[in-house]
Each structure stands twice: as structure tokens, then as C-alpha cells.
């Protein structure tokens, strides 16, 4: 069993930046694909960012957010980040950091076996 907890979150102001971390016990995620969602007030859950496994050679954010969201990992550290620069208010939501058993990178959050509970990011304008 893996268990996810993101850090990382608080009140930042537009334009600012912000990055968030998740750290996994239980067992090593260094095989394991990576990824971010996130959930805006009265919205659904939301696609961010995945990573691939072992060297996260293969990483990509959504389209809307690839200029300014970049996933990253360090296996040795059991951990993944999320870094978030030039935040906007519609940026605000709850992100969760999920793995799932398979080394590749995925978009969809069925594909998904574990899940943190979620840390809020809430952007000033």
C-alpha cells in the first residue's frame, strides 16, 4: 500500500509561484507513473501533470497549463513536485498528487491506484 501526502499549498498572490510536494511511504514509487490533478471550487477533478517512472524521462502538464506547470520527481527522496509559476486565480483549487502501478504517464485519474488527500492552493488577484 502507498500513501500520498501533498504539502505545499497556501494563499500566494497572481503572478506569483508556488511548489507543491509529495512525499510517499509505504513503498518506493520509484517505478511508478506520477501525477498531478486538481479540483476548482464547483468544478470536477482536472488533469495537470504526469510523470513517467524510474527517470521521468517522459513528463508532460496539460495544454492549457505546459508553460507555466512542470512536474518533477526524485526518486531517492520517494517524492514529487509540482512547480506552479505566474499563478492566476483560476488556478485555485484543491491538488492531489496521484501513482499508479504502471511506470507510464497518464492523463486519465481512473488509471490511477492511489491518491492523496489534497492540499489547497487558493491564488489572490
Do not use: H
Amino acid at each position: 500500500q502507498v500513501q500520498l501526502v501533498e504539502s505545499g499549498g497556501g494563499l500566494v498572490q497572481a503572478g506569483g509561484s508556488m511548489r507543491l510536494s509529495c512525499v510517499a511511504s509505504g513503498r518506493t514509487i520509484s517505478s511508478y507513473g506520477m501525477g498531478w490533478f486538481r479540483q476548482g471550487p464547483g468544478k470536477e477533478r482536472e488533469f495537470v501533470a504526469a510523470i513517467s517512472g524510474w527517470a521521468g524521462d517522459n513528463r508532460y502538464s496539460a495544454d492549457s497549463l505546459k508553460d507555466r506547470f512542470t512536474i518533477s520527481r526524485d526518486n531517492a527522496k520517494n517524492t514529487v513536485y509540482l512547480q506552479m509559476n505566474s499563478l492566476k486565480p483560476e488556478d485555485t483549487a484543491v491538488y492531489y498528487c496521484a501513482a499508479r502501478l504502471s511506470e507510464a504517464p497518464s492523463s486519465w485519474n481512473n488509471e490511477y491506484n492511489y491518491w492523496g488527500q489534497g492540499t489547497q492552493v487558493a491564488v489572490s488577484s
